[in-house]
């Protein structure tokens, strides 16, 4: 079935690097997103990855894939306190031609 | 280049009222996605228009219903509104293509029921 599963709280101090973990179900997806939601708005595309790659970089964003274990990471260098937000995983779920999200992740920024 | 914009941005409605929202995607984007956002269920996907005509959907009953216009615009009508409809709706628009498809999102429009 459709499935994208990522832990509900990161709570991280300001200045260290955040990781936010996905664990995704369909083997086909041919990519993989990661977006971003502040309190009171709509998601805003912060990366994506093609499944035929390991890693991407985007300045503080790296997004590592683990194919093999159907497992999506993104790491955020040098945490800021405008990070703080929910962050949702999605896969492109091919066989339905549909995207399917994660419940969210909420990053809290510690001073 | 103009983003995702959702109208209204904030609804209140009765029980038993119908509600209209509306969504105008990204220029020259013709597919449009649109997703429920509430605490307990997470953003769930209602269903996608692409030239006019519905591609995917999700599992809502037929309460929601939704159509796009020829230029691209999309309306998401909920009737006999419940009290579970209270939720953030957001909308989404992309090219509709194969392969990457990236969707881009408007602020959502957020419907309380009373």
């Known amino acids: 079935g459709e499935d994208v599963e990522q832990s509900l709280f990161l709570s991280v101090r300001e200045g260290d690097s955040s990781v936010i973990n996905c664990t995704y179900t369909d083997s086909s997806s041919t990519y993989l997103y990661w977006y971003k939601q502040e309190p009171g708005a709509g998601l805003q595309l912060l990366t994506y990855i093609f499944s035929n790659m390991d890693m991407k970089q985007d300045q503080r964003l790296t997004v590592l894939l683990n194919k093999k274990d159907k497992h999506l990471s993104l790491r955020i260098a040098d945490t800021q306190t405008g990070d703080s937000a929910i962050y949702f995983c999605?896969?492109?779920?091919?066989?339905?031609?549909?995207?399917?999200f994660g419940s969210g992740t909420r990053l809290s920024i510690r001073p | 280049k103009a983003g995702v914009t959702q109208t209204p941005r904030y609804l209140i409605k009765t029980r038993g009222q119908q509600v209209t929202l509306s969504c105008s995607p990204i220029?020259?984007?013709?597919?449009v996605s649109w997703y429920q956002q509430t605490p307990g269920q997470g953003l769930q996907f209602l269903f996608e228009?692409?030239?006019?005509?519905?591609?995917n959907k999700g599992n809502f009953p037929g309460r929601f219903s939704g159509r796009q216009f020829s230029n691209s615009r999309s309306e998401m009508n909920v009737s006999t509104l419940e009290l579970g409809d209270s939720a953030l709706y957001l909308c989404?628009?992309?090219?509709?293509?194969?392969?990457?498809?990236?969707?881009?999102f408007g602020p959502g429009t957020r419907l309380t029921v009373l």
């Open positions: 220029s020259g984007h013709r597919s």
């Open positions: 228009y692409f030239s006019e005509t519905q591609r």
């Open positions: 999605a896969e492109d779920y091919s066989s339905a031609s549909k995207i399917i």
């Open positions: 989404a628009s992309s090219f509709g293509g194969q392969g990457a498809d990236t969707q881009y």
